[in-house]
Nanobody, 119 residues
Framework: QVLLVESGGGLVQPGGSLRLSCAASGFTFSNSHMSWYRQAPGKERELVAFISATLSTNYADSVKGRFTISRDNSENTVYLQMNSLKPEDTAVYYC?????????????WGQGTLVTVSA
């Protein structure tokens, strides 16, 4: 069973930091591309950060220089370090996994973790 479980969300003041974690199971994590998305109230879900199976990364312009995505294949976990948080970063953050093999394509989502940036 494919499972992605996010943790680490919460309430933080502007300028603060949080680290999100996403624990994966049920598939070959090391071969998968992992992403963090977010969805703010009344807005569409947007891609925040991406890390490939070969460790290349990409970020939305709005978070470049503030957020860092990383992965630990020994722990089957992907992280999102968020610094210098702004109120506009408030959203539900979702972990996403994509794995393409000759036999199937996996697209899996976690349940989301809420990040609220407010004084």
């Amino acid at each position: 069973q494919v499972l992605l479980v996010e943790s680490g969300g919460g309430l933080v003041q502007p300028g603060g930091s949080l680290r999100l974690s996403c624990a994966a199971s049920g598939f070959t994590f090391s071969n998968s591309h992992m992403s963090w998305y977010r969805q703010a109230p009344g807005k569409e879900r947007e891609l925040v950060a991406f890390i490939s199976a070969t460790l290349s990364t990409n970020y939305a312009d709005s978070v470049k220089g503030r957020f860092t995505i990383s992965r630990d294949n020994s722990e089957n976990t992907v992280y999102l370090q968020m610094n210098s948080l702004k109120p506009e970063d408030t959203a539900v953050y979702y972990c996403h996994a994509r794995l393409v093999t000759p036999w199937r394509t996996l697209d899996a989502w976690g349940q989301g973790t809420l990040v609220t940036v407010s004084a």
